[in-house]
Antibody, heavy 117, light 109 residues
Framework: QVQLQESGPGLVKPSEILSLTCTVS????????WSWIRQPAGKGLEWIGR???????NYNPSLKSRVTMSLDTSRSQFSLKLTSVTAADTAVYYC???????????WGQGTLVTVSS | SSELTQDPAVSVALGQTVRITCQGD??????ASWYQQKPGQAPVVVIY???NRPSGIPDRFSGSSSGDTASLTITGAQADDEADYYC????????????FGGGTKLTVL
């Protein structure tokens, strides 16, 4: 089973850029869709977007203007950048491997990102 | 964007059967997947596709669908099943997008 590990700053200042990286353990990064999902404390899951090896990406319309995802096959990593963050972006951020029919079979452990000055 | 609607909370007596539902237009065209999330942990998929269980998921978990509603059934609920449950599917307004339900808190009494 693939292991996913998120990494990045746990604290980001308002108006700055949130940057996270997910490392994929088994080299399967060229074969699947890769997504970011977030969860504010005590709330539900929100899909942020996905990226594929071809470079194609899809973003949640509510976040599209602020989101960029990228993928680095040489490092088996994919990344998330979210610009102009506010306190509303404070959440646990998960990376996940997405299979057919948008089934998220594998998840990282999640990383808490707090937006605060 | 598409919405998937779940009851916020459901309870079940130990050993009894409980059904958790997820309603949305996209479910007329796409299967729902179901995730179990315990406090402080990442979600785990328990049902996907028509009624598929990943390896390691007990067979007391099953899925079904009718019209715009998908259901997760736990037959003989155990204390360990107490958790939040989320459904997800493709977004009916744009199939490139993903929608999650708001989640159902399951309490096992």
């Amino acid at each position: 089973q693939v292991q996913l590990q998120e990494s990045g700053p746990g604290l980001v200042k308002p108006s700055e850029i949130l940057s996270l990286t997910c490392t994929v353990s088994d080299g399967s990064i060229s074969s699947y869709y890769w997504s970011w999902i977030r969860q504010p404390a005590g709330k539900g899951l929100e899909w942020i977007g996905r990226i594929y090896i071809s470079g194609s990406s899809n973003y949640n319309p509510s976040l599209k203007s602020r989101v960029t995802m990228s993928l680095d096959t040489s490092r088996s990593q994919f990344s998330l950048k979210l610009t102009s963050v506010t306190a509303a972006d404070t959440a646990v951020y998960y990376c996940a491997r997405e299979g057919s029919f948008s089934v998220f079979q594998d998840w990282g452990q999640g990383t808490l990102v707090t937006v605060s000055s | 964007s598409s919405e998937l609607t779940q009851d916020p909370a459901v309870s079940v007596a130990l050993g009894q059967t409980v059904r958790i539902t997820c309603q949305g237009d996209s479910l007329r065209s796409y299967y729902a997947s179901w995730y179990q999330q315990k406090p402080g942990q990442a979600p785990v998929v328990v049902i996907y596709g028509k009624n598929n269980r990943p390896s390691g998921i007990p067979d007391r978990f099953s899925g079904s669908s009718s019209g715009d509603t998908a259901s997760l059934t736990i037959t003989g609920a155990q204390a360990d099943d107490e958790a939040d449950y989320y459904c997800n599917s493709r977004d009916s307004s744009n199939t490139h997008y993903v929608a999650f339900g708001g989640g159902t808190k399951l309490t096992v009494l």
